[in-house]
């Protein structure tokens, strides 16, 4: 059974008139078991691959995405409802050959991996197309969780403008898709908007030599996520607004649009199928001020599985006059701030550069390259360094480098959003 | 043998510990008695040596101290939620342990019979109860009042503040009847509530013991009253006071505080010059593990009028130390409406926290009616 935890750090105090509360939500879980395990949950999965004509330059991409499909097959578990989808001009069912999906074991999994080594590039881009495929297949799966991998190499080319948002729009909520983009002529923020949109996430595979070990990584995250379904459900006092809530760990992802009104003071969050892990939430809340004295529930934030609430952790306001108190910031909430203003200066960095605003481009990355080095993101740190040269780093000051690898920009766009974890007192 | 009480050995037939001064069977047997199953494990006999017994007392009392979430919100009047904060302003809602009342017998307008009523209120400054109270009507008529105030600098002292006033409670209510005259109650009841004395102060020792004796010991004053027909037998020891409140003449302390203020009026200093002093507050008796001095006081006196005894921490005599200014605010929250003795101490408690809640305020009252006296016929 899975077990769920929640543990929030802030600090609750608050001078006399404030009215921003901040706190970090850690959950995490336990035991979550393996996707369709469970009994009255089944388990589906779908791997598109870009067979557009690019894929066969070099050749090396259609290779690579033939062996990594076969061993991302090698990953589903028996029992889980599968289907191979080969994307160009409109998607095409590579396996089961009818459109449908088969329930995995030895004899289609075999079947499978002879199907997709047969994979053979041509035809254009369509990614709305392929989503809009995707879709219907989902929807003939039983009730349970439902995950897909997409690869391309390309940006959208074969299709109207709009389609892409109109299959979203229909996809949103029906399954959660993984994007990876091989080479660097696809585009950050096309597979960005479906990995958000979808509840996935978004990576860079520069070298179709490493494509293998990502879809076989890719594939075994997805199928050990045991608990299908989980909510962030958000309580707020009356009088209040919630300025945002995002996920600040592992990665930052801005759940505020996302808000599904329950009633007058609850909302939900959809945050997908979890495996054995742990996710931190960022949660400020406006509240009507109290005097001196005074204690409020600024938020109440319940982990909802099937319904159930399996954890629950309080977000407090204790206003006080003891500046001792109040003046303090909770060091995980001062961290994660640091890092979504991270992989947000980052984005916009590289927006300005891209559009030919040098000045402006110049400013936001040595900001970037400051806000890494103080929150200890070396990760990031190593990606920037590819892209600037760090003149001042307790300045922010740097050069934009002359020769820049596009992949070195665009793995620094996908991963601008990763974050590191603060360390914990003990 | 060993003590119930500190895990010591002990002599049989002794009627007190001599290492921590609790009382020792059979009137141990006699508090688990009248205080429901739970407390049996107090009077056990052959507890090993150094193994903490579980302080049923304590446990008892504060499980009953949490939020009540049967109450609307004291702030918007909505639905309470489970976590203890309101469902539609997030407000927290009061503990028991912050704000609780207790109440027995008919009505202050009613003719017969002892009443009490009586608010232990955290106060406005302080972040925490430390004070408690404890009090009891039993079958007989006999009234019992106990309030004890948590030293604020000793942590925990709302630990020992609860436990010593519930032990001396259930132990004054449990006590057997006391026949014969006036004098022999006057001289049985201040045994009994010397006796009680003991048996709080080891409450409050052992919560020092069980904490892992901590250099600053939870610790707190100690006052107790019972209402016996027309005797009123009150103990004290440290600055937590009683006073006498007759309908129409004027009252009286019944206490005299053991704290550096008495002894400064004692010298030869106006009440007015110690009370301003800052160091009036600081008590030479206490109960708990590093007291120096845990012995009571006793004073009784006898009731020939119908009036209020009222027993109070320093929370609530700060603002209001002489008895007449406190028969003004009885008789001004009578005026205002008060029906019952917990509706008027209620109201002295919110003069209390008016006057800005320095500290924990508590208030307990006893209606007295000698015409209701109880068994023994009145005799000097």
């Not at chain 2, 017998?105 to 608010?119: R, W």
Request: charged share 20%; with cysteine; net charge negative.
């Amino acid at each position: 059974m899975a077990e769920f935890r929640a543990e929030v750090f802030q600090n609750e105090y608050l001078s006399d008139g404030a009215t921003d509360v901040h706190g970090v939500v850690s959950v995490s879980v336990s035991g979550a078991g393996v996707a369709g395990q469970s009994p009255g949950t089944e388990a589906a999965e779908i791997i598109i691959v870009d067979t557009s004509g690019s894929m066969d330059m070099p050749p090396a991409k259609i290779a690579a995405a033939r062996r990594a499909a076969k061993v991302a097959i090698g990953e589903i578990v028996d029992g889980t409802w599968f289907a191979v989808v080969s994307g160009h001009t409109v998607a095409q069912m590579v396996f089961p050959t009818h459109p449908g999906l088969a329930k995995m074991s030895d004899v289609t999994r075999r079947d499978a991996s002879e199907a997709v080594g047969r994979l053979r590039s041509g035809g254009a881009t369509a990614i709305g197309a392929w989503i809009a495929a995707a879709t219907e297949l989902f929807e003939q799966a039983p009730a349970g969780q439902r995950h897909a991998i997409l690869l391309t190499d390309g940006k959208i080319e074969g299709e109207p403008a709009g389609a892409l948002d109109a299959a979203l729009a229909n996809a949103r909520g029906k399954f959660q898709c993984d994007c990876r983009g091989i080479g660097s002529d696809w585009v950050v923020e096309e597979l960005r908007t479906i990995a958000t949109e979808l509840l996935g996430t978004v990576d860079i595979v520069a070298e179709p030599a490493d494509l293998e070990a990502d879809f076989e990584e890719m594939m075994r995250n997805a199928m050990s996520r045991g608990v299908a379904d989980v909510r962030l459900r958000l309580w707020a006092p009356q009088g209040s607004e919630v300025m945002f809530v995002r996920q600040v760990a592992p990665q930052v992802d801005d759940l505020t649009p996302r808000a599904v009104r329950i009633s007058p003071l609850v909302v939900e969050y959809p945050t997908g199928a979890w495996s054995d892990e742990s996710r931190d939430y960022h949660v400020a809340v406006r509240v009507p001020t109290a005097p001196v004295g005074n204690e409020r529930l600024a938020a109440r934030v319940e982990v909802v599985v099937d319904d159930q609430v399996v954890a629950k952790g309080l977000v407090k306001a204790i206003w006080s006059g003891d500046t001792n108190l109040t003046t303090r910031i909770d060091p995980a909430v001062a961290h994660y701030t640091g890092q979504a203003q991270l992989a947000d200066v980052i984005q916009r960095g590289l927006a300005a550069k891209a559009s030919g605003d040098e000045r402006t481009a110049t400013v936001l990355l040595g900001e970037a390259a400051k806000l890494a080095h103080d929150t200890g993101n070396e990760d990031t740190t190593r990606l920037l360094n590819k892209v600037v040269d760090v003149v001042d780093v307790e300045a922010g000051t740097v050069r934009l480098k002359q020769q820049v690898a596009k992949s070195d920009e665009m793995a620094l766009d996908t991963r601008s959003t990763k974050t590191t974890r603060i360390r914990r007192e003990p | 043998m060993t003590c119930p009480h500190c895990g010591e050995g002990i002599v049989a037939g002794d009627a007190f510990c001599e290492a921590c001064g609790g009382e020792l069977v059979p009137d141990a047997a006699a508090r688990s008695d009248a205080a429901s199953g739970d407390s049996a494990a107090v009077s056990s006999a052959g507890a090993t040596p150094g193994v903490e017994l579980p302080r049923t007392h304590l446990l008892r009392a504060e499980s009953q101290m949490g939020v009540d979430t049967s109450l609307p919100c004291a702030a918007c009047g909505a639905e309470v939620a489970d976590d203890g904060f309101c469902s539609v302003c997030g407000h927290r809602a009061r503990t028991r342990r912050e704000h609780w009342t207790e109440s027995h017998g008919p009505d202050a307008g009613s003719a017969t019979g002892p009443a009490i009523g009586a608010v232990c209120d955290k106060g406005i400054a302080h972040a925490g109860n430390e004070d408690a109270m404890a009090t009891a009507l039993t079958a007989a008529g006999l009234a019992v009042v106990v309030v004890c105030d948590g030293v604020t600098t000793a942590p925990d002292s709302d630990k020992a503040s609860l436990a010593a006033s519930v032990a001396t409670c259930e132990l004054l209510a449990a006590t057997p009847s006391i026949g014969g005259g006036f004098a022999a109650r006057l001289t049985g009841w201040e045994s009994a509530l010397v006796a009680a004395c003991r048996v709080a102060n080891a409450e409050a020792v052992a919560i020092a013991r069980s904490l892992g004796d901590p250099s600053e010991p939870p610790s707190c004053t100690w006052v107790a009253s019972v209402v016996d027909g027309d005797l009123i037998a009150t103990a004290w020891c440290g600055d937590s006071r009683g006073y006498w409140l007759p309908d129409g003449p004027p009252g009286e302390q019944l206490t005299l505080d053991h704290s550096l203020g008495t002894e400064m009026i004692r010298s030869g200093i106006t009440r007015e010059q110690a009370e301003a002093d800052p160091t009036c507050h600081t008590i030479t008796r206490w109960l708990g593990a590093d007291s120096v001095d845990a012995s009571p006081e006793y004073r009784a006196m006898r009731v020939e009028a119908p009036g209020w005894l009222l027993v109070c921490s320093d929370g609530m005599w700060n603002y209001a130390s002489t008895p007449g200014e406190l028969s003004g605010l009885v008789n001004q929250a009578v005026a205002d409406g008060a029906a019952t003795p917990t509706e008027i101490a209620e109201s002295l408690a919110a003069f209390a926290n008016a006057q800005g809640g320095h500290d924990n305020i508590t208030v307990a009252l006893v209606r007295c009616r000698p015409a209701a006296s109880s068994a023994s016929p009145t005799q000097a």
